[in-house]
């Protein structure tokens, strides 16, 4: 996790990285990212995914509780997802 900004109200904007995950068919990639440091993950601001090969991709049912952000990836056939999720919490 890195810390990208410190508010005045005490919350933290931070960026956290997505560990790379496959698929060797056509479908969904369910995705669980932890933000340490971070009690409860209030909102997603962005996503920075990365596919390779590069391909299309769309999150879906984003789901959060307490300082973990889970979402679905759906891909192509042979695609490995990685890359950042941008959050804000306290």
Known sequence: ?????????GKVIARVAITAASRTTAGAIPLA???VDVGKVEA????DIRTSPQTNWSPVSVDLSKN???ATIYVAAGTTVSGYV???GY
């Open 1 to 9: 996790m890195t810390v990208l900004a410190l508010l005045p109200n």
């Open 33 to 35: 990212v932890t933000v």
């Open 44 to 47: 997603v601001l962005g996503w």
């Open 68 to 70: 973990v952000v889970g």
């Open 86 to 88: 941008l959050v804000i």
